[in-house]
């Protein structure tokens, strides 16, 4: 079992930044593909940004140039650097984990987290 804890969500300004952590126990991670979704009030969760197990890496075509993922090995950690934020991102993210080489699909996950909200002020 993988437990996956994130934190790093609050309020901040159009064109500020936050970063986004996942922390997960219970098992290395580091054979998973990861993930950051999100879901706004009255909408789908979707896919943000992902990483598969071989380090490679997926942006939604809206965050791209603006969100950076990564993992750190070693503290068994996923980041999600989110930068010149707008009022559209204001969500609920979510970290998720597989046990497969690459996740795309909120129903692909095996493991999630409890989410942390993001609020943008315009």
């Known amino acids: 079992q993988v437990q996956l804890v994130e934190s790093g969500g609050g309020l901040v300004q159009a064109g500020g930044s936050l970063r986004l952590s996942c922390a997960a126990s219970?098992?290395?991670?580091?054979?998973?593909?990861m993930a950051w979704f999100r879901q706004a009030p009255g909408k789908e969760r979707e896919l943000v940004a992902s990483?598969?197990?071989?380090?490679?890496?997926y942006y939604v075509d809206s965050v791209k140039g603006r969100f950076t993922i990564s993992r750190d090995y070693a503290k068994n950690t996923l980041y999600l650097q989110m930068n010149s934020l707008k009022p559209e991102d204001r969500a609920v993210y979510y970290c998720?984990?597989?046990?497969?080489?690459?996740?795309?699909?909120?129903?692909?996950?095996?493991?999630w987290g409890q989410g942390t909200q993001v609020i943008v002020s315009s």
């Open positions: 990483t598969n197990s071989g380090g490679g890496t």
């Open positions: 219970g098992r290395a991670v580091s054979s998973h593909s």
């Open positions: 998720a984990a597989r046990e497969a080489y690459v996740v795309g699909l909120p129903k692909e996950c095996d493991y």
